[in-house]
């Protein structure tokens, strides 16, 4: 019975994690020790895990959750078309309250916007970005950003591809 029940459980999450794989965005670490930051409203995070967290109480903005995570460093995000997985080695996790989805002059606002120096094209599906990058993204609870130096991005694939 135990083995039934974890194949229905294994198929509820495939059925509701649709038929792509999670866009990754693997955060390299930074040659000058700079942290990346990875701001995310709470009810955007699925789960997060990582080999050390420290809470960060006397962070500048006191709206903001906050915390240092170290070592084989995973964020899952959903809320999003397709989900988002995080990963990295050292991240400044700040977590926002959420947000109504916000509209400005009745216009809904862009769902991603990026900035880089540099786009490099390893291939189709993977790219990466140098240089003060910044990628904002809406959630169904409201924006999430991620700013770091160098962050390489692997487009979801189809199940099977």
């Known amino acids: 019975m135990p083995r039934i029940a974890s194949f229905l459980l294994c198929a509820v999450f495939a059925a509701a994690a649709g038929e792509s794989r999670p866009e990754t965005f693997v955060i390299q670490a930074s040659r000058d020790g700079h942290d990346a930051t990875v701001k995310i409203p709470v009810g955007a995070v699925a789960a997060f895990s990582a080999n050390s967290a420290v809470a960060l109480t006397d962070y500048a903005d006191r709206q903001v959750e906050a915390m240092r995570l170290c070592g084989d460093v995973r964020i899952h995000v959903i809320g999003t078309p397709a989900p988002i997985q995080i990963n990295?080695?050292?991240?400044v996790l700040e977590l926002t309250a959420d947000e109504a989805p916000a509209r400005i002059d009745g216009m809904a606002r862009p769902n991603r916007q990026r900035r880089s120096a540099n786009v490099i094209l390893d291939d189709?599906?993977?790219?990466?970005?140098?240089?003060?990058?910044?990628f904002t993204m809406q959630t169904s609870s409201g924006a999430m950003q991620i700013k770091a130096d160098r962050i390489e991005r692997v487009a979801g694939l189809p199940a099977g591809a």
């Open 88 to 91: 990295a080695d050292r991240v």
């Open 124 to 134: 189709h599906q993977t790219q990466t970005f140098v240089g003060n990058v910044v």
